[in-house]
């Protein structure tokens, strides 16, 4: 079933091109955070305000790049990404592998039940690069969403079974489990956008990861797991679906469109649990 990504379109003014004008890219280490005045000192001796995720992450002591406007005052850093120089070249050849894989499946890249699902490299809510193998070992319930999805019953009503899921399993003793959710929406939904998002929709943190990065990775993974998308003038259609990954990486479980049973995925959880 597709659904509609309602995504408003800009009002472009005069101030907005003189805004894009004085934005530049930059890239800098982080010396310090000040969160409750949602600054960063970079190692340039500049202090820049950034976004409530961003400073949540605050990322002190590591490299960032962003996009400098330094027509405000104080200057803001906006779409800001982890820029560890070993990070993106770990997370570069994992991803050449994952499109390689891609094209040479062609038609047959969905993967089903039974099969094991792709490495990957993207980063999470935190700014840290995470892998498929680096989630091995635990039982997977993954979704994908648009943090900016404005129907009710689609990417919205999606997280809100997930993050109910996740409580039902916390009460049920079901420790064994991680909540992944992949964005398809990666040149807006930074990592500091992931985790504002995530602490609106009220997301434990503590087993739940959001992942967001390359946009040719996480297209490659929509093909993988046949999740199709659709521009339509200002909208986006999408089809949705929630997968049960087992520790060892396969695929044991999906079930498509954004309404589903948490009771089912919660057996199913536990069944896996008193197997291992």
């Known amino acids: 079933m597709l659904g509609k990504l309602q995504i408003p379109l800009a009002v472009i003014t005069a101030a907005t091109f003189t805004v894009l004008a004085q934005a530049k890219e930059i890239t800098a280490t982080v010396e310090s955070v000040d969160t409750e005045a949602r600054t960063l000192?970079?190692?340039?001796?500049?202090?820049?305000?950034?976004?409530?995720?961003?400073?949540?992450?605050?990322?002190?002591?590591?490299?960032?790049?962003?996009?400098?406007?330094?027509?405000?005052?104080?200057?803001?850093?906006?779409?800001?990404?982890?820029?560890?120089?070993?990070?993106?070249?770990?997370?570069?050849?994992?991803?050449?592998?994952?499109?390689?894989?891609?094209?040479?499946?062609?038609?047959?890249?969905?993967?089903?039940?039974g099969d094991p699902i792709p490495d990957f490299a993207l980063y999470n809510e935190n700014g840290e690069?995470?892998?498929?193998?680096?989630?091995?070992?635990?039982?997977?319930?993954?979704?994908?969403?648009?943090?900016?999805?404005?129907?009710?019953?689609?990417?919205?009503?999606?997280?809100?079974?997930?993050?109910?899921?996740?409580?039902?399993?916390?009460?049920?003793g079901v420790a064994n489990v991680e909540f992944v959710t992949f964005t398809f929406d990666p040149e807006f939904d930074t990592p500091g956008v992931l985790r504002l998002y995530g602490q609106t929709r009220g997301l434990n943190l503590d087993n739940y990861t959001l992942l967001t990065g390359d946009p040719d990775a996480i297209k490659d993974l929509m093909k993988q797991f046949a999740i199709l998308t659709m521009e339509s003038d200002d909208t986006i259609n999408h089809t949705m679906a929630t997968l049960i990954v087992n520790e060892h990486g396969n695929i044991t479980y999906r079930k498509d469109g954004s309404r589903w049973s948490t009771q089912d995925f919660l057996e199913r959880l536990q069944a896996m649990e008193e197997k291992e």
């Open 129 to 172: 690069l995470v892998t498929a193998k680096s989630l091995r070992g635990k039982n997977l319930v993954m979704n994908f969403i648009f943090t900016r999805c404005a129907v009710p019953t689609m990417c919205p009503a999606s997280i809100a079974r997930m993050s109910r899921l996740q409580r039902e399993a916390a009460e049920a």
């Open 41 to 113: 000192t970079l190692d340039n001796g500049q202090t820049v305000q950034v976004a409530p995720g961003d400073a949540a992450i605050g990322y002190e002591g590591k490299q960032i790049r962003g996009q400098l406007n330094t027509g405000s005052k104080p200057p803001k850093l906006d779409f800001i990404w982890p820029a560890d120089p070993q990070e993106e070249k770990v997370a570069a050849g994992i991803n050449q592998l994952l499109h390689n894989d891609t094209v040479t499946r062609g038609r047959s890249a969905y993967r089903g039940v």
